[in-house]
Nanobody, 123 residues
Framework: VQLQASGGGLVQAGGSLRLSCAAS????????AGWFRQPPGKEREFVAA????????DYLDSVKGRFTISRDNAENTVYLQMNSLKPEDTAVYYC?????????????????WGQGTEVTVSS
């Protein structure tokens, strides 16, 4: 599975961005999709995940109510809608896929990664 993330950019605090992650390759395999981020000088952290059907989602506490993860399996694309952005959301955002039925917040549990897309939120 190859993943291609896009949609990052510079936005003012309170603004919105929508990240996309397009999958190609062996996309017939069901996978958990996740978004992670790595703020400057910090370790990569879990942001959100969604199961294959889209019925189950998981969010980092600090983004609950502001970010929404969704997927369109017909288009092999996963989205992260980010609203009410804060300067502390500034990071490189990565999408990832885990070939499993159960989600996991540990980056090492994910099998495939896209390249990062940079999000900068100015105050």
């Amino acid at each position: 599975v190859q993943l291609q993330a896009s949609g990052g950019g510079l936005v003012q605090a309170g603004g919105s961005l929508r990240l996309s992650c397009a999958a190609s390759g062996r996309t017939a395999r069901r996978y958990i999709a996740g978004w992670f981020r790595q703020p400057p000088g910090k370790e990569r952290e879990f942001v959100a995940a969604i199961n294959w059907s889209g019925e189950t989602t998981d969010y980092l506490d600090s983004v609950k109510g502001r970010f929404t993860i969704s997927r369109d399996n017909a288009e092999n694309t996963v989205y992260l809608q980010m609203n009410s952005l804060k300067p502390e959301d500034t990071a490189v955002y990565y999408c990832a896929a885990r070939i499993a039925a159960l989600s996991n917040r540990n980056p090492t549990a994910f099998d495939y990664w896209g390249q990062g897309t940079e999000v900068t939120v100015s105050s």
